[in-house]
Nanobody
Framework: QVQLVESGGGLVQAGGSLRLTCAAS????????MGWSRQAPGKEREFVGH????????FYADSVKGRFTISRDNAKNTVYLQMNSLKPEDTAVYYC???????????WGQGTQVTVSS
């Protein structure tokens, strides 16, 4: 079992930055791929990006590429989502997820709200 808790969301002006944190519990965290997704009001959940279990490989959606960075600290069981140059369209609830590489995510956090004002 892996439990995930996101934090770091809030209100920020367009062009600003936020760093989200996903704290994980469970001994298998270090072997899991970790991902971030988001869901805006009235829209489907959207993939943001993921990071391999080693941290050596990342992948991002085109909508955030070059602005968002995912990193992880396996010693702290923590994954980060650094968001720069935020836009109003980045407003959403952000979720982190964990799962085996190449398979569906098995665990999800409760989400943290990010609101970007214009």
């Amino acid at each position: 079992q892996v439990q995930l808790v996101e934090s770091g969301g809030g209100l920020v002006q367009a062009g600003g930055s936020l760093r989200l944190t996903c704290a994980a519990s469970g001994r298998t965290f270090n072997s899991y791929r970790m991902g971030w997704s988001r869901q805006a009001p009235g829209k489907e959940r959207e993939f943001v990006g993921h990071i391999s279990w080693t941290g050596g490989s990342t992948f991002y959606a085109d909508s955030v590429k070059g602005r968002f960075t995912i990193s992880r600290d396996n010693a702290k069981n923590t994954v980060y989502l650094q968001m720069n140059s935020l836009k109003p369209e980045d407003t959403a609830v952000y979720y982190c997820a964990a799962g085996p590489s190449g398979r569906k995510y098995e665990y999800w956090g409760q989400g943290t709200q990010v609101t970007v004002s214009s």
